[in-house]
């Protein structure tokens, strides 16, 4: 890919030098021919961006094949979403049988106390709770079969709504749980369509390809490396949000442990105050709760303030004093193109610009993709950072060790993460900018920015 850009960026620096200077090659000398086509390759890596300038030199054939290309890459990510889906279903529908089976053996198990309950009151004839108060034998025992006739009656009580409930949750989830599995059904049947779909493309691709000439079926070549650079860089993606997600949910479960550890502990010595003050004046005690009480109110009242640089989703411009207006190439500005671009536009160049995280997150991806031999290749210098709305950032093709962040880290919104760069599949300075969701779709970082 690298190859292909630079034979088309000398091409157009000849044609440049060709229209601009015919007349006074002659009496052009050395160096000033070395500073004109210094300046027009800067004019160009300025203005250039990513593979779109490949797109002049495709032929219709390969335009066709490119778009079914794209046609693919779309069929796959549906794929892949709709089996995110099928799993999804799968796991609620086991957790919706796992329920229904434990409330079936709560609500058995009461119910068979309320039968052994009912055949009691039968066998017992018509003995009434009054006859059991009336033979009491004296002031204490009256209190104490009463008491026994109250708990009697509350316990009926509550069998009974407690069996009323069970039944009641017990529908509820079986009727969830036949929804998942009609959508389940849905899902399958729409995944079954989409792989046809998307043998088929495939198949039209092939016949497509045979057809293309020797060099139209080398640059094709290139274009395929760099689609498959993409799904790798999206597996990376989804693979990073995995960890990401484990990492949160045992940090989750920490916490959860941890509090409840200070709430027994903070239970007992509350309890032990209550047994050692007992003798107290209740006033004082009344006090000291009250001081209490004001000490927690202040403790959580304090709040962070957000500034009006900001969009309504939260998020700022990656470059700063640049807006979504500023966006050079925007999504899908050309085929297979999943995020927008900042490059050089009345605001002046953006060459070595510091890149900014458009909002506080962690960061979950910061490489560098090279070839074996050590060329850049795909999005170059790039880093992903997910953000705790469930949204990613990707910031790609900045310079050479520019990335001043590492996987782990927890980067505020504003903080310089490294600087505009053209490493990777890029023709000229710009930076690559892309949101996703943590499903890994992508998305319009439009919306998004301010």
């Not at 000033?32 to 030199?57: A, F, N, P, R, Y």
């Amino acid at each position: 890919m690298y190859n292909i850009f630079k034979k088309i960026s000398y091409s157009i620096v000849i044609v440049f030098l060709i229209c601009s200077f015919s007349g006074q090659i002659f009496a052009t000398s050395i160096s000033d021919l070395e500073s004109q086509e210094s300046e027009i390759q800067s004019k160009i890596d300025e203005t250039s961006s990513e593979i779109s300038g490949v797109q002049s030199e495709m032929t219709k054939a390969l335009e066709d094949v490119s778009k079914v290309t794209n046609q693919i890459s779309d069929c796959e990510n549906n794929v892949l979403e709709l089996e995110n889906q099928i799993s999804d279903l799968n796991s609620q529908i086991e957790e919706k049988e796992k329920n229904i089976r434990e409330q079936q053996d709560k609500y058995d198990y009461q119910k068979n106390l309320l039968d052994k309950r009912l055949v009691a009151v039968y066998e017992s004839g018509n003995t009434k709770y009054l006859d059991v108060l009336l033979s009491s034998s004296s002031l204490t025992d009256f209190i104490s079969k009463y008491y026994f006739v109250e708990k009697i009656a509350q316990c009926d009580k509550d069998l009974l709504i407690n069996i009323q409930n069970l039944k009641a949750q017990i529908e509820t989830e079986k009727a969830e749980l036949e929804s998942n599995k009609n959508n389940y059904e849905i899902n399958k049947r729409s995944e079954e369509i989409q792989r046809a779909a998307l043998e088929n493309l495939k198949k039209e691709k092939e016949i497509m390809v045979s057809k293309l000439t020797d060099e139209e079926k080398q640059l094709q070549s290139q274009l395929d490396e760099y689609e498959e650079d993409k799904k790798e860089v999206n597996r990376e993606i989804a693979k990073a949000i995995e960890e990401e997600n484990r990492r949160k949910a045992a940090e989750e479960a920490a916490r959860k442990a941890r509090e409840e550890a200070e709430r027994k502990a903070e239970e007992e010595r509350r309890l032990a105050e209550e047994s050692s003050k007992k003798t107290q004046d209740n006033s004082e005690s009344s006090s000291s709760n009250s001081n209490n009480n004001s000490s927690s109110n202040a403790s959580t009242s304090s709040n962070t303030n957000t500034t009006s640089t900001t969009s309504t989703s939260g998020f700022i411009c990656p470059l700063a004093g640049r807006t979504k207006n500023d966006i050079t190439t925007g999504y899908h500005g050309y085929a297979g193109h999943t995020g927008v671009d900042f490059a050089r536009n009345s605001k002046g160049p953006v060459a070595g610009l510091p890149v900014l995280a458009a909002k506080s997150g962690t960061v979950i991806i910061s490489k560098a993709l090279k070839n074996s031999n050590g060329d850049y290749r795909s999005y170059g210098e790039y880093i992903v950072i997910s953000h705790s709305d469930g949204t990613l950032s990707l910031y790609a093709h900045m310079q050479p060790n520019s990335r001043l962040v590492s996987v782990g880290d927890y980067v505020t919104q504003g903080q310089q993460i490294g600087n505009v760069g053209t490493t990777g599949n890029s023709t000229g300075y710009h930076l690559h900018f892309e949101v996703r969701l943590s499903s890994g779709t992508i998305v319009n970082p439009t919306q998004y920015l301010p």
